[in-house]
């Protein structure tokens, strides 16, 4: 088979080259006032990005390290790669990033360059009591995305894992985390993967986590987010984009210290529109960060996390190889990011 990537494929990814301008499916945020080089920045639109990234505007990160970081937020994690490919976007983070690899294969031009989540920051979520363990799933239906998206793939792994006949569980694409949850919590299916925003208010949704439902402790190896480029930012904007991520690593850094309490709960009711009662969640949300430090505070990611993620796609028939790690990432940016941080600290 040839795995190059063919003309309606290349037109596919480059159909979305006006993508900072739908703002049905997009949201901008300009993030520094002070001058310096733009860095075009896409992400993912969940709650806790979304947060992260109203502290990184609230701390003025970008602007320590003299850049301009404009963040387009999507709901669609399939517009990132296109965004890349066009040029319209110089980098991602702080998004899925398990399709980048099947691209690779057919000839993208991309190069993962740092970490963002080394964690799946999700559990598995259940209604009825009596689902005590994994393998009670099996007969019934679980809330999921799209047959081959990460949610959906990180939830077979970890059923198949704990002996669950996953032939046996019936997926219904539900959509996002938070729609999951809701249809979890209103018992319109048995179980579904959701964010760690409710971890600690199960008992108030009526719902709990079965034994063996974490997935940070299932598949800690399993890097979730990372941050990717083009090859052609690599060679026209390299050192921007290391100031992007030293300033996304600074970000890290504080906001898994405990210092970081009262601006994470004010960007969390920023980022949700919240006036109040969003304390609970917020905390929740930074508990989590506090106890398991998910995020890649040296930014560098090893081969043998990046190799997993291969092989978990290779499992699921995305992608048919593992890619060598010179072909897939360019570490000497998060290299060259640390040392710039350690530098300004």
């Known amino acids: 088979m040839d795995n190059r990537l063919d003309r309606r494929e290349f037109l596919r990814f480059s159909a979305f080259a006006g993508l900072a301008s739908a703002a049905s499916t997009s949201t901008f945020v300009n993030l520094a006032f002070a001058a310096g080089e733009s860095v075009n920045i896409i992400t993912s639109n969940s709650t806790l990005t979304n947060t992260l990234i109203q502290m990184l505007l609230q701390k003025k990160y970008d602007a320590d390290f003299g850049i301009e970081a404009k963040v387009t937020k999507v709901t669609d994690n399939s517009q990132v790669i296109p965004s890349l490919i066009s040029g319209e976007m110089d980098m991602a983070t702080i998004v899925a990033f398990n399709g980048v690899f099947p691209a690779m294969s057919k000839g993208a031009k991309l190069k993962i360059i740092g970490g963002s989540s080394m964690l799946y920051q999700a559990a598995i979520y259940a209604k009825d009591p009596a689902i005590k363990t994994l393998k009670d799933l099996e007969g019934k239906v679980m809330g999921s995305g799209a047959i081959g998206a990460a949610v959906h793939m990180l939830t077979t792994l970890v059923l198949a894992k704990n002996g669950v006949d996953v032939s046996k569980v019936q997926f219904r694409n539900i959509g996002s985390n938070a729609a999951i949850f809701k249809a979890v919590a209103g018992g319109t299916i048995a179980a579904g993967a959701s964010g760690i925003d409710v971890y600690d208010q199960q008992e108030k949704y009526g719902v709990h986590v079965p034994e063996h439902g974490n997935f940070w402790e299932e598949i800690p ?32 850094r504080y906001v898994q210290s405990p210092e970081s309490r009262d601006d994470f709960v004010k960007a ?42 291969q092989e978990v796609n290779v499992r699921f028939h995305t992608q048919k190889t593992v890619l060598p790690f010179s072909q897939v990432a360019d570490m000497s940016l998060a290299e060259d990011a640390v040392k710039l941080l350690g530098a300004k600290t």
């Open 221 to 252: 190896d399993y890097t979730y987010q990372t941050a990717y480029t083009s090859e052609r930012a690599i060679a026209k904007k390299r050192d921007g984009l290391v100031k992007a991520l030293a300033a996304f690593a600074k970000l890290y």
């Open 268 to 309: 969390y009711a920023a980022a949700t529109g919240q006036r109040g009662g969003h304390e609970a969640e917020a905390l929740s949300q930074w508990n989590f960060l506090q106890k398991y430090k998910p995020y890649s505070e040296d930014i560098v990611v090893s081969e043998a996390r990046m190799n997993y993620v």
